[in-house]
């Protein structure tokens, strides 16, 4: 049984930490927020230690260190994204593997930097990239790595959540904190975009505000054109009033289902860091290398078909 603390404790994706940390026979030892609305502790993890002060979290660490048969083993990391960097530096050097979700930093600098404190402390970084674990990615995946043909694919992804006006008063609506709608609700799509097709040869950006963006991406073996949101207004007529959520990727014209099976994910990576299948900073350079451009690049107009259709229902 490995001993786990939980850095974000009452975020919206704590919980699937929580449950995986239990349902893979470990223990949640400590949690820390600065908010105290944690009540699901109290179906997964009832003896855990909590904490709303970091300080107070980091010196009970410290003091269980102390004891081999008390200290602890991982930290999940779950903070807003602009605490990733100090939270999992913090683990780290707490004597912790790392185990954080995405996005795990925002710059490749950063990148460079934790891979240094790794060298430092002997312990690892794991970034949670739950989509490599979906079985209808992993059948494309092989599919593609199979099949011999002389184009591209063309793909068009688009992924719209719907979000109140609460999405902007928090840190997601604030880019110095979340990095941007691309980069918040949208990294994990573009690793799994080169964990299928290869290497990324072209990145262009289309259009982007507070609450979407565009562009055109083009890998080894695929042309991508891609449209992320948090405007329910964007939502297919089909979709809209029905459900908050539309989720489409389009292979050579041919949807790919996979709107189910995420229940699980979290735990399915718990169990592959458990391991020693855990992807790390190298796994997760190439995503955080595709948001950062994004981030930096100008918009420009589409060429060549290579605007994503929504883009023709957006006023700029």
């Known amino acids: 049984m490995k001993r786990f603390a939980l850095i974000g404790a009452a975020g919206y994706i704590a919980p699937r930490h929580m449950r995986a940390i239990k349902d893979t026979g470990n223990e949640l030892v400590s949690a820390y927020d600065i908010n105290d609305s944690v009540g699901i502790i109290d179906s997964l993890s009832p003896q855990s230690e909590f904490f709303t002060q970091f300080e107070r979290f980091n010196e009970h660490a410290w003091q269980l260190k102390r004891d081999p048969a008390t200290a602890l083993d991982y930290v999940a990391v779950c903070s807003p994204n602009y605490l990733h960097h100090s939270h999992i530096a913090a683990g780290l050097r707490l004597g912790c593997d790392v185990i954080c979700e995405k996005p795990l930093v925002p710059t490749p600098e950063i990148l460079d930097e934790l891979a240094l404190v790794e060298r430092e ?66 990294v994990h799509f573009y690793d799994m975009l080169h964990f299928i097709f290869g290497k990324l040869q072209r ?23 891609w ?73 420009v107009t589409p060429q060549n078909n290579e605007g994503h259709p929504f883009l023709a229902t957006l006023s700029r």
Request: charged letters at 30%; proline letters at 2%; glycine letters at 8%.
């Open 121 to 186: 402390t002997g312990k690892r970084v794991y970034n949670i990239l739950q989509l490599r674990h979906h079985q209808a990615i992993l059948d494309l995946k092989e599919k593609v790595a199979r099949e011999s043909r002389d184009g591209k694919y063309d793909v068009e992804l688009t992924y719209i959540t719907s979000r109140g006006k609460w999405y902007m008063e928090s840190w997601k609506g604030d880019p110095r904190k979340s990095y941007g709608v691309a980069t918040n609700i949208g």
């Open 203 to 225: 990145n262009v950006v289309h259009f982007a505000n507070d609450y979407k963006a565009a562009g055109y991406l083009e890998y080894e073996k695929a042309r991508v054109r």
């Open 227 to 299: 449209f992320l949101s948090i405007d329910a207004q964007d939502l297919p007529d089909s979709v809209k009033g029905k459900k908050p959520t539309y989720r489409s990727i389009t292979v050579d014209g041919d949807e790919m289902e996979f709107s189910e099976g995420f229940t699980d994910l979290h735990t399915t990576s718990y169990r592959e860091i458990l391991a020693g299948r855990g992807y790390g900073i190298e796994d997760a350079r190439h995503c955080v290398e595709t948001v950062n451009t994004i981030r930096s690049s100008r918009i």
